[in-house]
């Protein structure tokens, strides 16, 4: 299991009435059976904690739309707070002002983390194409 973060993407209105009915069934102490199932949204994100737990490590569950400071944006990045900063200084990365303190929404730091990852995996894929050109994989 990666130590980063998973997303699970919000469900359909199925999902959403699923989860209604196992929320209410689970906080009444009823079984979940019949209609009470699990959506498959929230089976696929207890599989990300539980695997998480499972090992050793601790979990984070976010709404998409909460907003986190510059430190917990940085710890969820794997950077340092002043790096984070001047992600946002640059523009990299959006952020809100309210007062002097910075504030990132979720949404919007997996959006970036999203993009990097990609130009990452896009220049490790250059690389290696450059390395076979010259033959260094033979």
Do not use: C, W
Request: hydrophobic share 45%; no cysteine.
């Amino acid at each position: 299991m990666s130590k980063v973060a998973s997303i699970i993407p919000p469900g359909s209105e199925l999902d959403i009435s699923q989860a209604r009915r196992a929320l209410n069934a689970m906080r009444d102490g009823r079984p979940m059976t019949g209609n009470d199932v699990l959506p498959s949204v929230a089976i696929a994100a207890l599989d990300h904690l539980l695997s998480a737990l499972a090992t050793g490590d601790g979990a984070a569950i976010l709404p998409l739309d909460a907003e986190l400071t510059t430190q917990e944006a940085a710890d969820l990045l794997g950077v340092s707070r002043p790096t984070l900063v001047k992600l946002l200084e640059t523009g990299a990365l959006a952020f809100r002002t309210i007062g002097v303190h910075r504030r990132i929404r979720t949404a919007d730091l997996v959006a970036y983390r999203d993009q990097e990852r990609g130009r990452q995996d896009a220049a490790l894929d250059e690389l290696v194409a450059l390395n076979q050109a010259a033959g260094l994989y033979d």
